[in-house]
């Protein structure tokens, strides 16, 4: 029976990654200034992933995240592969990460297009057909979170309402 150990081992960090190993600097900071605009905390591990996610390419599966992870850590301790599916599954929750299911059950990862920059909301009122917009960044960010939970990007929306009156 296999024994573990009580403690986690280091996490890795950035300067772990092999000399001329890993995406660019630039394309990383893309990807964490897009995290911190959805509220997600970045963290050593985070970076690490997404130099992983960059360098294994386009609809990459977890695995081959990991295994990218594995060649470039200097010491080859890569993230274990449960700590990189919850980060992953948070990335496509929050719309950093696109997720494509193929036929055979495979999940492939890439890096999800930059939103525009503001989304068109529209609150239509059922009875007049009177427009009202609808700027507030909370029901924008809402919609996106939804959205990317079902793999798709707002564009922009419509939403019917009624007076709240009588």
Known sequence: MPTFSEHRRSPPVVNQIRPGMGASRSAVRRLEERSEEVSIKMTDLRRI?????????????????????????????????????????????????????TPDRLWRYSVAPEPR?????????????????????????????????????????AITVTSSAG
Do not use: Y
Not at 73 to 93: C, D, K, T, W, Y
Not at 142 to 156: M, N
């Open 117 to 157: 920059a503001t989304l068109a909301i529209t609150f239509v009122e059922a009875g007049t057909g009177r427009k009202i917009a609808c700027n507030a960044p909370e029901v924008a960010t809402l919609l996106r979170r939804v959205a990317a939970e079902h793999g798709l990007a707002v564009q922009g929306a």
């Open 49 to 101: 992933l997404f130099h992983g996610i960059l360098e294994a390419g386009p609809r990459a599966t977890a695995v081959e995240i990991w295994k990218t992870l594995g060649r470039i850590m200097e010491e080859g301790h890569a993230p274990s592969q449960g700590s990189i599916q919850r980060n992953l599954n948070l990335f496509v929750e929050r719309g950093i990460l696109r997720r494509d299911v």
